[in-house]
């Protein structure tokens, strides 16, 4: 668990997350190459982020243990424990189980053979709901989304996400909307109930088109 105010911790955690990003950047196509030609823009989330994290491993550039379905182990009321849910991934920080930079993964613009999906509202409830509301990253300042976004359209699906957080901005404990550019990443904050407030920073990853 952190100790001390959770926001001194924010430069640690933006340290590890551009770095992250940077080695995103240099291993997306070599992540892409084994399954683009199998499913092409049907493939499923989780092969991507299986596929993601192998390819990250790999590359040994990441000075952290990076740990897929990392299970978030908690208390029930009746005090029994429980595995409750699992992040895509987690970036470990130190040898405390719960202080991790969380990653959640969701596909957007996924081009299904009865028409193209936007799943922006999946994107934003099922994904970044879970951090806005503590269910992952408790406690923690600081978080990751990608989308994965299957039709290659980068630009199409971040309007589609800016376009759907002006109606969520309660739901999501938003303390404001980000500014609708073309910026990528981006970054969203929220002031979770009895817990620190947290930034979430989101990356969009084109699919070959």
Request: glycine content about 6%; overall charge negative.
């Amino acid at each position: 668990m952190l100790t001390g105010d959770a926001g001194a911790w924010l430069p640690q955690f933006r340290s590890l997350g551009d770095r992250f990003f940077t080695i995103l950047g240099a291993i997306w196509p070599d992540c892409l190459a084994p399954l683009v030609p199998i499913d092409g823009p049907l493939t499923l989330e989780n092969r991507i982020t299986n596929q993601l994290v192998l390819t990250i491993i790999r590359s040994k550039r990441l000075p952290a243990r990076i740990i897929p379905q990392y299970a978030l182990l908690t208390e029930r009321p009746n005090g029994t424990a429980h595995l409750s849910s699992e992040v895509d991934f987690v970036i470990a920080i130190g040898d405390d189980e719960s202080v991790y930079l969380a990653c959640e993964c969701k596909r957007l613009n996924v081009p299904f053979p009865s028409g193209k999906k936007s799943l922006a509202s999946e994107y934003l409830d099922d994904g970044l709901g879970r951090f806005s509301d503590g269910q992952y990253a408790a406690e923690l300042p600081y978080a990751l989304m990608l989308g994965f976004v299957m039709d290659g359209n980068v630009p199409s699906a971040q309007a589609a996400l800016h376009n759907s957080l002006p109606s969520r901005k309660s739901r999501l404990n938003m303390m404001n909307l980000p500014v609708a550019n073309d910026d990528n990443p981006f970054s969203t904050h929220h002031d979770r109930t009895d817990q620190d407030p947290i930034e979430v920073v989101h990356r969009l990853l084109a699919w070959p088109s």
